[in-house]
């Protein structure tokens, strides 16, 4: 369910919404409306082209390539700088800014239009512009997010390893973490880009899904999530380390954290989902990525998923290496060493039939 949930995030589209996607109500989206109903969509976030230097037939030259390339719409008169050195001239694509048109227009001249036309000229040329420089952003941001990802899963990895003393237990809480984001990264999409149910949060028009919201929803998701992932298996730990019985800790770790975490889940899910009712597009794909990501996280992954792998894998939740058990620096959660206040240590390997 949970993969199916996140489908749509292969999708996924980084962008920022344009002034279409306000209220009717407000003055920008009535202008917007009338400026692209009156000149075309693309009037509403026109490029600018700057050329840096070359000689005098360069700009016109650029400007008639830029002119025949598809999916421009018009193309402005050029404006040469008093000391003639700069001049710049707008182009009106055919699209909406916050369109994925627009975004393929401002790479194809960026690539292969503006380097044919001056090539061995000598000039720069600039794509400038606020529908450009949010095409940047958008750009920059999905091509660190990799990287962001990483250290936080990373990061996070090694916490959950000096704390339960488990390898196992570290790798499966990343990837349930994960299994709940990407499903509300697929919700946001489904909603917000393709346009399921989205009369339901009163928003009237798809787009992009904003180019900061999977890094805002990572950092905020994956910190509540982890957040559950200690309340719960640390009660299990404790109940692992007194018992040394893997069913009967994991049968008793959820039966005493789960009404709080239910509680905790229920409050949070009904203030996200307030956000909403918010006017803005982007507050309301926030809320809505928020409150099913919690959703997720505190029934289907940690009240569900996380007890019954537990239980299958029986004492290799609790495997950890004897060098790295030495290397790593110990953290109790509690302030004091819970292994030797409960008089139990955590086993070195588990037997080859655990879990069976």
Known sequence: MLLVLSIPLLDIRLGSADAGNNPTSSTTRRAYDLTAEAFGPGANG???IVVDGGAAGDAEALRQAVGAEDGVASVGQPLASPDGRLTIFSVIPESAPQDAATTDLVHRLREATIPGAMDGSGTDVYVAGTTARYID??????ARLP???SIVIGISFL???MVFRSLVIAFKAALMNLLSIGAAYGVVVAVFEWGWLLDLTGADKTGPVESFLPM???AVLFGLSMDYEVFLVSRIREEYLRTNDNTQSVAHGPASTASVITAAATIMIVVFLSFVLNDQRVVKEFGLGLAVAVFVDATVVRLLLVPATMQLMGSWNWWLPAWLD???PRISIEGSDAEAELGGTAPEAPPVHAGS
């Open 137 to 142: 952003i958008a750009d920059r941001i999905g």
């Open 326 to 328: 030495r290397v790593l």
């Open 147 to 149: 990287l962001f990802f």
């Open 159 to 161: 916490l959950l390893t």
């Open 216 to 218: 805002m929803l990572f």
């Open 46 to 48: 026109p490029l600018q």
